[in-house]
């Protein structure tokens, strides 16, 4: 629509619309205010509902036997023995005695320096199989031709599990050469049925049998396979001008083939050291290092575009195994040795498995040690007897064949000296308890709620008391009712803010004529008494000061500690504070003291009725009424608008508010038009005054 503005009256139509429409607007702008009014109660109800979630997450915390049995454990020597004790604990006194032993975790020393030399020892940062010479007994029958390979799967049908074994062809005839593990705990692989959980085989197709009671075998399972292949297969294609190629491995045993493009290259001469020619119909293109795995072109346009490269070969390796006994029953890993592993990947290798074990490495001496992570003995068979004066009497066969650490294959065994070295440690905690001769497999463990330490071998009795921590206890109860209070007091004081009508929501035009100070200081006395008496809130708080006065009826707490008042808890003396309360420090003190089981019950029994409940249960239940009422009317952050009271009403009048809008924008559409209607006129008067002078003057 065309709008002509005051060209032929003069007048200023604009503002005199923009005038007119401000009359218009009055309801729109109440609407609005009752929209940000809504917006900002909202807003209150979720500050004071989160204030309640706060406060029941605390009441969830006070039910807890935790806050109410917190036990000191008193040692009378804790340089031998120290303890702790959980709520769980009972308030006694326990006597250990006779501590004969210390548990001790099971190690070994290799049999000797590893070096030939001790002016030319290993260094563990580089490839063991390029130092070969410099081991005082190297095995070279323990190394094999073939390639360490790994996989992985996923279970999906437990009663049918394949691996795929790539190149891979004596995996049911010798286990060694293959390393299972399910969700990372390690399995030993054996040949035929598996008799223990634990224990898998597999045959020369990679199916897998596992044992039919093992529980970690069902859909959803992570398999991770090591395993060595015949042979190890890369290709690639090569782009033009490509100066080589690098194979994934190091040292190289032998080559099978290489093939590029159609044409087929073997090993010629040796240049130097582990390097050799490549050699073809076409002459020697280049070199191959069979300790690096690199492959160099001679010409660096030998390859003229895209050319594919296979190269099939075979890398140096070793296998190894270590057996351990730990809590969790018999563990058994292989492990794989690659040519270009030094020892400290070896170490790694071990130490970071889930076989138990620390690997260790001392430059000085220049030997081994193996050090099962776990104390004690767990493969069996006990090394202690008693002689007629109590004293502890070593079994001599004791270890010959009950190793916790058992160690097979040539490289661990030979190569690093493991073999037929005597084990020590591997023992447990041998001692007394209340004249009970008993064992553990740590020096620290738990025994009906108390914690244990052994710290050294020691005859005479050492006691431990157990205690209720009063001074701690009283610490969790004035907390919670510090916590409390706090809410109280909160809303109390929203329930009695004053409300300020005069002061409604700013509109835009309002906004304008004010500071940013100046509408924040308007605006915080518009939020002012919002909630002011409101019937949720007020309700809350009357019931929970009912809840706090009621007396506790069941028979678990003493009648005479069957209310706070009884305990040293009431109400503030002052009626403003709205139900606040103080706690008599000397009264709630002695209530712990005397009667600490009432004083919990006191709070955490529970029943069938609120007569029967304890404080903390009464209070669960009327806060969770209330936050389910708050919800209800103000909903949650990410609540929609239907889902509450106060979100519908923002719906209504933003329904509302968008009909006005089209409704003023039809008025104001009207004014122009009548406007523009009475310019068109004036216009049409002026244009026929002008002729009518234009023909008086013409006839002069």
């Known amino acids: 629509m065309v709008r002509i503005s005051?060209?032929?009256s003069g007048m200023d139509i604009d503002s005199i619309v923009k005038d007119l429409m401000k009359a218009e607007s009055l309801p729109l702008n109440k609407m609005k205010q009752q929209k940000?009014?809504?917006?900002?109660?909202?807003?209150?109800?979720r500050a004071i509902n989160t204030l309640f979630l706060d406060f029941r997450k605390s009441l969830t915390n006070m039910k807890l036997s935790s806050q109410y049995r917190v036990r000191n454990a008193v040692s009378t020597n804790n340089d031998l023995l120290s303890a702790t004790a959980s709520s769980a604990a009972s308030m006694a006194s326990n006597t250990i005695s006779n501590v004969r032993q210390l548990a001790t975790a099971a190690s070994k020393v290799n049999a000797g320096t590893i070096a030939g030399s001790s002016s030319s020892k290993i260094d563990i940062n580089k490839s063991m199989y390029d130092q070969q010479n410099l081991f005082s007994n190297w095995d070279s029958s323990s190394w094999k031709e073939g390639s360490v390979e790994s996989a992985r799967i996923t279970i999906q049908n437990p009663s049918n599990i394949s691996i795929p074994l790539n190149g891979a062809t004596s995996m049911d005839t010798d286990p060694s050469t293959i390393n299972i593990k399910v969700n990372g705990t390690s399995y030993k692989v054996v040949s035929?049925?598996?008799?223990?959980?634990?224990?898998?085989?597999?045959?020369?197709?990679?199916?897998?049998?596992?044992?039919?009671s093992d529980t970690k075998i069902k859909s959803g399972a992570s398999i991770q396979v090591d395993y060595i292949a015949d042979s190890k297969t890369e290709k690639t294609t090569l782009k033009k001008d490509a100066k080589g190629w690098q194979l994934s491995k190091k040292n190289i045993a032998s080559v099978d083939s290489i093939k590029i493009g159609s044409d087929s290259y073997t090993l010629g001469t040796n240049t130097t050291g582990k390097t050799y020619e490549l050699t073809g119909s076409a002459g020697t293109i280049g070199t191959i290092d069979l300790e690096t795995g690199k492959i160099s072109f001679s010409d660096p346009n030998f390859i003229k575009g895209d050319t594919d490269i296979e190269v099939k070969y075979k890398e140096n390796y070793t296998t190894f195994n270590i057996q351990t006994f730990t809590s969790k029953g018999p563990i058994s890993?292989?492990?794989?040795?690659?040519?270009?592993?030094?020892?400290?990947?070896?170490?790694?290798?071990?130490?970071?498995?889930?076989?138990g074990v620390t690997m260790f490495y001392d430059s000085f001496s220049d030997r081994l040690t193996l050090t099962r992570n776990e104390k004690g003995n767990f493969n069996g068979k006990s090394a202690n007897t008693l002689d007629a004066n109590g004293e502890l009497i070593k079994d001599p066969s004791y270890g010959i064949n009950d190793y916790e650490i058992n160690t097979s294959g040539s490289f661990i065994d030979n190569v690093l000296q493991f073999a037929g070295v005597s084990e020590t440690g591997g023992e447990n905690a041998i001692f007394d308890i209340n004249g009970l001769q008993t064992e553990r497999n740590s020096n620290t463990f738990e025994s009906n709620g108390i914690t244990y330490t052994l710290k050294q071998t020691f005859k005479d009795p050492v006691t431990v008391s157990i205690n209720n921590d009063n001074d701690k206890i009283f610490d969790n109860i004035k907390a919670f009712i510090d916590q409390y209070n706090t809410l109280i007091d909160t809303v109390n004081n929203t329930l009695n803010e004053e409300r300020f009508r005069d002061y409604k929501p700013l509109t835009d035009d309002e906004r304008e004529q004010l500071s940013d100070k100046q509408q924040e200081q308007w605006e915080e006395k518009a939020k002012s008494g919002l909630l002011k008496g409101d019937n949720i809130l007020s309700s809350a708080l009357s019931q929970m000061r009912t809840l706090f006065y009621q007396p506790v009826e069941n028979s678990s707490v003493s009648e005479a500690y069957n209310q706070?008042?009884?305990?040293?808890?009431?109400?503030?003396?002052?009626?403003?504070?709205?139900?606040?309360?103080?706690?008599?420090?000397a009264?709630?003190?002695?209530?712990?003291?005397?009667d600490p089981g009432s004083v919990e019950k006191l709070f955490t029994s529970t029943g069938s009725t609120d007569s029967s409940k304890g404080i903390i249960n009464r209070?669960?239940?009327?806060?969770t009424t209330t936050i389910d009422k708050l919800n209800a009317r103000a909903g949650k952050s990410y609540s929609t608008n239907q889902q509450f009271t106060i979100g519908k009403d923002l719906d209504r009048i933003g329904k509302q508010i968008t009909s006005?809008?089209?409704?003023?924008?039809?008025?104001?559409?009207?004014?122009?038009?009548?406007?523009?209607?009475?310019?068109?006129?004036?216009?049409?008067?002026?244009?026929?005054?002008?002729?009518?002078?234009?023909?008086?003057?013409?006839?002069?």
């Open 36 to 45: 940000q009014i809504l917006e900002w109660k909202r807003d209150g109800y």
């Open 660 to 700: 006005f809008q089209s409704r003023l924008t039809q008025i104001e559409d009207r004014y122009y038009r009548q406007f523009t209607a009475m310019e068109k006129a004036i216009q049409k008067s002026n244009s026929q005054m002008t002729y009518l002078l234009q023909q008086f003057g013409g006839g002069q």
């Open 619 to 623: 209070l669960y239940d009327n806060v």
């Open 6 to 8: 005051g060209l032929a």
């Open 333 to 355: 890993q292989n492990f794989f040795v690659q040519g270009s592993d030094s020892l400290n990947a070896v170490m790694n290798k071990v130490n970071s498995s889930s076989v």
């Open 587 to 594: 009264a709630l003190r002695k209530a712990i003291e005397d």
């Open 192 to 212: 035929g049925t598996p008799q223990n959980v634990n224990e898998v085989s597999v045959d020369s197709t990679g199916k897998l049998t596992f044992h039919s």
């Open 564 to 585: 706070l008042a009884k305990i040293g808890i009431k109400t503030t003396s002052n009626y403003y504070e709205g139900g606040k309360l103080e706690i008599n420090e």
